[in-house]
């Protein structure tokens, strides 16, 4: 009376599986990929060289930023100090 009716088990469909057709490769274009790989190495190293270079030049500007700071806030110190006597 109070059975729950259980859903019956559906059969799996077998199916065949064929093998896939494998394509051929592409013909080259005759041209060797080697030259463009050292081609890439001295670009990548010419990247790191530029961008070393461009942070020395950024960290002198900022360190002689510092000093004229500096220098201004002495040189301001003196000139009140000589107005005021």
């Not at 670009?43 to 201004?72: E, F, P, W």
Request: net charge positive; hydrophobic share 55%; charged share 10%.
């Amino acid at each position: 009376m109070f059975r729950p009716k259980l859903p019956d088990v559906p059969t799996l469909l077998t199916t065949t599986v064929t093998p896939r057709q494998t394509q051929a490769p592409a013909p080259s274009a005759g041209r060797p990929v080697a030259p463009y790989l050292g081609i890439g190495a001295g670009a990548v190293a010419a990247v790191v060289v530029v961008g070393i270079v461009l942070t020395a030049l950024l960290a002198a500007v900022a360190v002689s930023a510092v000093s004229v700071a500096i220098a201004a806030v002495v040189l301001r110190s003196l000139v009140n100090g000589a107005h005021k006597r």
